[in-house]
């Protein structure tokens, strides 16, 4: 899902003269960037001609100052059709700032959170590349235009499913690659057809790298999402390997996103782009505008009590639950399987395929509640949560925008609760810190605890 995805502006050219206040943008040497090589040694090729009978005047969207619309960038037709059919009809901040240079072939750096409309950015600039520069010559398989990586299983399958909603109006084809399920299967579909664009973790895409089942040398456009996780999961060396399989920088297109701008992650963008565009969302503002934000100070052992409670109330209608470990959340998804709510669990620990029903199941409606681990809610992107409980507060304050970012998404208000005890309140001050406003703390009512 296409979460907090739109919200515009009025041409194209103007993106950079309307950009919010919380959002800046930078590029050494603007002035000069006409003397800078160009960004892509193949040469231009004529368009696509769409083969839908669909129009533009189909989908008409009114101007609205200070906003894009999506008909002010000339995207191929097939994928305004796409878009269409998603209902979107405005950029939203970050697509408004980024779009203009990335889908001019520029290198692009983000620091965005999920659900600001980053992961529709990158895929719209790659499929827009894709149609309009189609590979008239022979093609091989298992030699991908396009690859994508991500740190999490359920981030992947999300940003496949964005894709291919997408390109449904193409024939583009998108494979996604994740552990935890059939090699054999993956390689067979891989090997069965074209394939366009990669959606991949990067120890899975390293294991077909290693067999050559895979080839990088071909890439054109390659994103790195979620580059401070992948710090923090110690993926950067396999993302390393993978970078030098492609070709070199002069020679594609590369976006990376973060939902920080480390030291770390800024010396890798040194290394990996040129020139880039710098664009940066402040996570305050992502958090606070539509989610209500609740702390109950609680004694530890009153907390199952109290998030039992809360659970069972009318006012929730889909929760996610978060715990710190594996075995927290193990032992709250047994706890809860014996009342009267529906739930399921998502953790590493968690076969994938289960966890692939689980979240399918989620998405139905048919689970009220999911309890997850931080690592595996990276990729929850579903809309109509109402409520994101925190059993345990996040010993990375970064993690607490990403948990609370899990509702509030695509224009609806949500509430965030978080329990803090004795053993975890003391993160507040850090938690505070990084929204840049102070959180009211209460006691929980007496609803709640009895």
Not at 149 to 159: D, G, N, S, Y
Not at 244 to 262: G, H, I, V, W
Request: hydrophobic share 40%.
């Amino acid at each position: 899902m296409f979460s907090k995805w739109f919200e515009k502006k009025d041409t194209a050219s103007s993106a950079a003269d309307n950009l919010p206040a919380t959002q800046s943008i930078s590029r050494a040497d603007t002035a000069d960037s006409e003397q800078r090589p160009a960004k892509k040694s193949r040469p231009r090729r004529k368009k696509r001609v769409a083969k839908s009978q669909w129009s533009l005047a189909q989908f008409q969207v009114p101007e609205k100052e200070g906003q894009s619309r999506f008909h002010d960038l000339e995207l191929p037709l097939s994928i305004m059709h796409a878009i269409a059919d998603l209902g979107f009809e405005y950029c939203s901040p970050i697509q408004q700032a980024v779009l203009p240079y990335t889908l001019d072939g520029y290198d692009a750096i983000g620091k965005a959170q999920t659900g600001t409309g980053k992961t529709a950015a990158f895929l719209l600039t790659a499929l827009n590349d894709l149609l309009n520069n189609p590979i008239e010559d022979e093609r091989f398989m298992a030699e991908p235009r396009v690859v994508v990586i991500a740190p999490t299983r359920e981030l992947v399958m999300q940003i496949a499913k964005d894709a291919q909603d997408l390109s449904k109006y193409t024939d583009l084809n998108v494979e996604m690659l994740i552990g935890g399920v059939d090699y054999a299967g993956q390689l067979k579909r891989i090997q069965s057809r074209i394939v366009d664009i990669v959606v991949a973790t990067p120890g899975r895409l390293i294991d077909f790298l290693t067999r050559n089942d895979l080839k990088l040398d071909q890439v054109e456009i390659l994103v790195i999402d979620e580059a401070d996780r992948m710090l923090d999961m110690g993926f950067i060396p396999q993302v390393r390997r993978i970078v030098r399989a492609c070709p070199a920088k002069q020679n594609r297109q590369t976006l990376l996103f973060s939902a920080t701008f480390t030291d770390d992650v800024l010396r890798l963008t040194e290394q990996w782009t040129i020139d880039p565009v710098k664009i940066e969302m402040e996570p305050d503002r992502v958090a606070a505008d539509t989610v209500n934000q609740k702390v109950y100070m609680i004694a530890a052992e009153d907390k199952f009590t109290v998030l039992k409670n809360i659970l069972s109330s009318d006012e929730v209608s889909s929760a996610i639950v978060f715990a710190n470990r594996r075995d927290q959340t193990r032992w709250l998804y047994e706890r809860l399987s014996k009342t009267p709510v529906t739930c399921g669990m998502l953790s590493g620990e968690v076969a994938q395929q289960k966890r692939t029903s689980t979240l399918k199941r989620f998405k139905e409606g048919k689970i009220k509640v999911l309890v997850a681990t931080d690592v595996a809610g990276r990729g929850i992107h579903v809309n109509g949560i109402s409520h994101v409980i925190n059993y345990n507060l996040p010993e990375d304050p970064e993690d607490y925008v990403h948990r609370i970012g899990r509702t509030g998404r695509a224009g609806e208000t949500g509430t965030s609760i978080s329990l803090a005890c004795e053993d975890d309140a003391f993160m507040l001050l850090d938690i505070e810190a990084a929204l840049g406003q102070k959180l009211d703390c209460e006691q929980p009512p007496p609803s709640y605890t009895e």
